[in-house]
């Protein structure tokens, strides 16, 4: 009919187009057609139909999402482990600065006087012990030490060791001190003492200390401190020696020292 446009012949197996049908592309013998895909769709033999693959927004979105979510949980992972690490750098610095240390005071130490609650007293020099057995049979005991560390000293118990010293030597156990009839502070960097005094019979260190007196031997003094706030405990070994023919005063020196609270440095 004259005025209408020619149709192009259709290739053979390409069905018209149905209605409510959703159109597919794909190739034949190397041109391109186009017809309707439906559920139910069949292909003549003679057609090899490639389908163009179709991008799925909504499951890329998903991974998207996902990749991100994993990011965003080990940047704060990672950082809340660096700020447990720097909340235990600035809790280690602060018990560092509350740290006591007590050793033996230097030989150009200050005099002191040390009064025992009885009015029993003496004067100690620098890197100076104490030992007196007085005619009632009490035994008095000081030291002149120093606190080597920045922070105040508060010593709470004694002990008398009789073994020597020896590098295999054992920590005691905090328990077995004797507890200070007085609170002994000592300031950071200071010089300060430590006395005690066995005035029974039944102490059971008295039998031990009178032996050591009178054959003039080696007599070992563990320390129990602290810190002011009560934490941080630590035990110093100290060694008082005889001095000459001096009968009362004694050399003193430090030892060694153990962590009760914490690792010990060795």
């Keep these: 009919m004259a005025g209408k446009r020619p149709r192009h012949p259709r290739p053979e197996g390409v069905s018209d187009r149905p209605r409510g049908q959703t159109p ?5 013998a190397g041109h391109a057609v186009s017809g309707v895909a439906s559920k139910t769709r069949s292909i003549s033999p003679g057609l090899s ?3 163009t693959p ?7 979105s998903a991974l998207a999402t996902a990749g991100g979510t994993l990011v965003l949980a080990a940047a704060s992972f990672a950082s809340i482990r660096s700020a447990d690490r720097a909340a235990l750098s600035a809790e280690r610095a602060l018990q560092a600065s509350l740290r006591p240390l007590l050793i033996a005071s230097r030989l150009e130490a200050p005099e002191q006087k040390v009064m025992w609650l009885d009015g029993h007293w003496t004067r100690l020099g620098g890197s100076t012990g104490y030992v007196h057995q007085a005619e009632d049979g009490e035994i008095y005991l000081a030291m002149s030490i120093r606190n080597a560390g920045p922070g105040l000293g508060v010593i709470h118990g004694w002990r008398i060791e009789e073994v020597q010293l020896n590098a295999g030597a054992v920590r005691p156990a905090a328990d077995s001190f004797h507890r200070q009839g007085r609170d002994l502070y000592i300031a950071p960097g200071d010089t300060g003492f430590w006395h005690a005094a066995v005035r029974t019979d039944e102490h059971p260190d008295r039998e031990t200390l009178a032996r050591l007196i009178k054959n003039r031997d080696r007599i070992t ?3 129990l401190f602290g810190d ?11 060694s008082l020696q005889p001095r000459g023919q001096d009968q009362a005063h004694w050399f003193c020196q430090s030892a060694r020292h153990w962590n009760v609270d914490r690792p010990d440095p060795r």
């Design 228 to 238: 002011c706030e009560g934490g941080q405990r630590t035990i110093s070994r100290f």
């Design 24 to 28: 597919w592309f794909g190739t034949w």
């Design 221 to 223: 003094v563990d320390l």
């Design 54 to 60: 179709m991008t799925d927004w909504g499951t890329v």
């Design 49 to 51: 139909p490639r389908l």
